[in-house]
């Protein structure tokens, strides 16, 4: 039971860094005055913001929603791995 539990928390903190990653990703595709996204220059809404919109909708089942600041700092690894 202490293996599944922690695999759980784990988990979630494996969740809660991608929705928090991926709100990041949705914050930067913002339509401009043109019409096309303010990030990437493709016609809005571009494919990454669909994408990180459907990892934000996925993940959010299993995020915690109580630690927003621990959730910034666990998408450290994300962003500094690409
Ligand atoms: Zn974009």
């Given at each position: 039971?202490?293996?599944?539990?922690?695999?759980?928390?784990?988990f979630?903190?494996?969740?809660?860094a991608?929705?928090?990653?991926?709100?990041?990703?949705?914050?930067?595709?913002?339509?401009d005055?043109?019409?096309?996204?303010?990030w990437?220059?493709?016609?809005?809404?571009?494919?990454?913001?669909?994408?990180?919109?459907?990892?934000?909708?996925?993940?959010?089942?299993?995020?915690?929603?109580?630690?927003?600041?621990?959730?910034?700092?666990?998408?450290?690894?994300?962003?500094?791995?690409?």
């Amino acid at each position: 039971m202490g293996v599944y539990q922690s695999q759980a928390v784990a988990f979630a903190r494996y969740a809660t860094a991608q929705v928090a990653y991926h709100e990041q990703v949705v914050a930067r595709h913002q339509i401009d005055g043109t019409g096309c996204c303010r990030w990437c220059g493709r016609v809005w809404p571009c494919d990454q913001l669909r994408h990180a919109r459907q990892m934000v909708d996925h993940f959010s089942q299993w995020a915690l929603t109580d630690e927003p600041a621990r959730g910034t700092m666990l998408v450290r690894p994300y962003v500094s791995g690409k």
